[in-house]
């Protein structure tokens, strides 16, 4: 059986350069989006409000992150899982800084991703969300 591994992750954009966010672990080579494992019992906002301020020092309301609903992928890490993920828009335009766990930060142009290794439910199904709304596609 697969194993399903419940998230809370933010598509973070800024408006203004159009570029979306993705950070990478010191744990992993892979950049992915910021946010993390729902605890049991919590609420998935509850969940990413926590990863947010843990990882780029960002604190969000219910004001500035907008539901976007469940999204599946693969597991960037593991073979044979997927992530259940709660994804959340927050529109973001001031710098952010990686905190302990987070090695990189990079802002991408979701239209045209650099070449690097990006986490299958960021590649294939948030950023090109992110290059609509931004009016990059
Ligand atoms: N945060 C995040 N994790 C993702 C994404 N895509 C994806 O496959 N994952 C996988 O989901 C799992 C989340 O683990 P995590 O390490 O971010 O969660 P966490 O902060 O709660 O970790 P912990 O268990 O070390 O406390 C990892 O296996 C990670 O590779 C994504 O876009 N964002």
Redesign the pocket.
């Given at each position: 059986m697969p194993k399903i591994?419940r998230?809370a992750?933010g598509l973070i954009v800024d408006p203004v350069t159009r570029r979306a966010l993705i950070v990478r672990?010191h744990?992993?080579p892979?950049f992915?989006?910021?946010?993390?494992?729902i605890e049991a019992g919590e609420a998935a906002f509850a969940a990413l409000q926590r990863?947010l301020t843990e990882e780029i020092g960002l604190n969000i309301t219910s004001d500035n992150a907008t539901p976007l609903g469940q999204f599946t992928?693969?597991?960037?890490?593991?073979t044979g899982h997927q992530?259940l993920?709660e994804v959340f828009y927050i529109e973001h335009s001031e710098p952010v800084t990686a905190q302990s766990?987070i090695a990189e930060i990079l802002w991408v142009d979701p239209a045209s991703l650099p070449d690097i290794a990006i986490?299958?439910?960021?590649r294939y199904q948030l950023m090109p969300i992110a290059a609509r709304r931004l009016g990059l596609k």
């Amino acid at each position: 059986m697969p194993k399903i591994i419940r998230l809370a992750t933010g598509l973070i954009v800024d408006p203004v350069t159009r570029r979306a966010l993705i950070v990478r672990k010191h744990s992993s080579p892979i950049f992915m989006q910021a946010g993390g494992k729902i605890e049991a019992g919590e609420a998935a906002f509850a969940a990413l409000q926590r990863e947010l301020t843990e990882e780029i020092g960002l604190n969000i309301t219910s004001d500035n992150a907008t539901p976007l609903g469940q999204f599946t992928a693969p597991t960037a890490n593991e073979t044979g899982h997927q992530v259940l993920a709660e994804v959340f828009y927050i529109e973001h335009s001031e710098p952010v800084t990686a905190q302990s766990e987070i090695a990189e930060i990079l802002w991408v142009d979701p239209a045209s991703l650099p070449d690097i290794a990006i986490a299958p439910l960021s590649r294939y199904q948030l950023m090109p969300i992110a290059a609509r709304r931004l009016g990059l596609k």
